[in-house]
T-cell receptor, first 115, second 114 residues
Framework: DTEVTQTPKHLVMGMTNKKSLKCEQH?????MYWYKQKAKKPPELMFV???????INESVPSRFSPECPNSSLLNLHLHALQPEDSALYLC??????????????FGPGTRLTVL | AQSVTQLDSQVPVFEEAPVELRCNYS??????LFWYVQYPNQGLQLLLK??????LVKGINGFEAEFNKSQTSFHLRKPSVHISDTAEYFC????????????FGAGTQVVVTP
């Protein structure tokens, strides 16, 4: 299985809602990532987890809260978002630090719209 | 610091014609280099990667890229494109001393027409 899956595919939420994005991989990877991608732009790194611990936070606002319950799962909890947070949220996974190289495998993304 | 520059924001090309997408980078340390493709409304798919060794790298879907250390370039080529190659292409760089952080170029939109 060389796939990263993400649910839901689409999400529409109000600014007062709380929602979560889910990402799953079964490739035995120990590093998982969240990216945000605005239209016509490259992905921007948000968070990196290595061995279920948060290792990189790219100064992301606290209304985005990541969680890594186990080595296969990665969640992104959303609360009190702003319309400018509307974007495609991509999850990726790779071998962790100390492994041979850092090839990242991406999921299909969740298209988030904040009203 | 490092940077990745994709010189062309959009490349129109006719079906069965060759295409070259240019990528230049700057970095104070050694890097790994990647090309990803993103089809409309999808995630990113790895086309090919350069880690070390032969400077000519072959990838999926008939793409290849050449690493040129002196020119700090990693240009992507395909000798004959198909309509299905219409997509956004991203060059990305990862420092060898800083795993976990991929820096992407701005992207090149390839539009293939009959």
């Amino acid at each position: 299985d060389t796939e990263v899956t993400q649910t839901p595919k689409h999400l529409v939420m109000g600014m007062t809602n709380k929602k979560s994005l889910k990402c799953e991989q079964h490739m035995g990877h120990r590093a998982m990532y969240w990216y945000k991608q605005k239209a016509k732009k490259p992905p921007e790194l948000m968070f990196v987890y290595s061995y279920e611990k948060l290792s990189i936070n790219e100064s992301v606002p606290s209304r985005f809260s990541p969680e890594c319950p186990n080595s296969s799962l990665l969640n992104l909890h959303l609360h009190a978002l702003q319309p400018e947070d509307s974007a495609l949220y991509l999850c990726a996974s790779s071998h962790a630090a100390g492994e041979f190289y850092n090839e990242q495998f991406f999921g299909p993304g969740t298209r988030l719209t904040v009203l | 610091a490092q940077s990745v520059t994709q010189l062309d924001s959009q490349v129109p090309v006719f079906e069965e014609a060759p295409v070259e997408l240019r990528c230049n980078y700057s970095s104070s340390v050694s890097v790994y280099l990647f090309w990803y493709v993103q089809y409309p409304n999808q995630g990113l798919q790895l086309l090919l990667k350069y880690l070390s060794g032969s400077t000519l790298v072959k990838g999926i879907n008939g793409f290849e890229a050449e690493f040129n250390k002196s020119q700090t370039s990693f240009h992507l080529r395909k000798p004959s494109v198909h309509i299905s190659d219409t997509a956004e292409y991203f060059c990305a760089v990862s420092r060898t001393d800083s795993w976990g952080k991929l820096q992407f170029g701005a992207g090149t939109q390839v539009v293939v027409t009959p």
